[in-house]
């Protein structure tokens, strides 16, 4: 009997424990995008999801959604679809962390919830829009001096300059949405904004700022409202343009105009006469 006691407490530790740890790991790798039993965020609500799904696809996706999708199976390619091909990161954990987050998810239990009305940026003014505007562009520092966004990625409305390092986000409200965007951006669940956020934190009013900025240059986007990023993108050509002629004609005017030897020809002839 003690035996039997001991192994079932071992079996409970064991259990406890790996909740715990997919606790951890699940906020820092999956929360941002993930709900259990919240509804949709950037992804769908992972409430029940172990029940609905076999695992070993489960564990096959969740460490390279891109690689399943790519293979055309229907079910990784249904999700691909209906999320706008926003892919999931890789999961650069190792076999047992994402076991300790299945667990986890797991052990939540409960059933997906319906999608509820998104109202974060329901309240956004134009002055948020326009700090929004400075953060992204680093004309205004953040808080915990982390990196402009500006630096890894481009918006239309910003006279089309911007990092190439990382996607576009023209219609990332549209992809994303306000919780989205919230989440991503409280949590990055990237590997480069991770590592370029992690000590450098958002605060509260940053996120909801970008957000509203975000929200802003996607809805110009669809509206085709993208003059104010052609105008100053055509000006600066055609005056880079005129600076390169100008400095060709300079060059041009200063070009030696006759012979190297012209110079000692002229003396000689001058000498015989």
Not at 93 to 104: N, Q
Not at 131 to 158: E, M, Q, Y
Not at 212 to 221: C, E, G, T
Request: glycine share 10%.
């Amino acid at each position: 009997m003690q035996r039997v006691t001991i192994f079932f407490t071992f079996c409970f530790l064991v259990l406890y424990v790996g909740a715990q740890d997919g606790a951890d790991l699940y906020k820092r790798n999956c929360a941002a995008c993930h709900s259990i039993g919240g509804g949709r965020l950037v992804g769908p609500d992972l409430a029940g999801i172990t029940k609905r799904t076999d695992k070993a696809w489960l564990t096959k996706f969740i460490k390279n959604s891109a690689d399943v999708i790519k293979s055309g199976d229907p079910a990784a390619v249904a999700i691909g679809k209906e999320y706008n091909n926003l892919l999931m990161p890789p999961f650069v954990g190792t076999d047992s962390e994402l076991s300790a987050i299945i667990m986890y998810i797991d052990s939540k239990g409960g059933s997906a919830s319906s999608a509820v009305a998104d109202t974060f940026l329901n309240s956004a003014t134009f002055d948020n829009i326009v700090r929004g505007k400075a953060l992204f562009a680093g004309n205004s520092p953040f808080k915990n001096a982390g990196t402009p966004c500006i630096t890894c990625h481009a918006v239309h409305n910003d006279g089309g300059v911007g990092g190439t390092l990382a996607k576009g986000l023209n219609l990332s409200y549209f992809m994303l949405k306000g919780q989205g965007l919230k989440a991503m951006l409280q949590s990055p669940p990237f590997p480069a904004m991770a590592n370029a956020y992690g000590n450098h934190p958002l605060n509260e009013q940053e996120v909801y700022d970008l957000a509203a900025y975000l929200k802003s240059v996607s809805q110009d986007m669809v509206d085709g409202k993208t003059d104010r990023a052609t105008v100053p993108f055509l000006v600066l050509g055609i005056g880079g343009w005129c600076i390169s002629v100008l400095i060709l004609l300079g060059l041009w005017r200063l070009r030696k105009r006759s012979s190297v030897n012209h110079d000692i020809f002229a003396r000689q002839l001058a000498t015989e006469k």
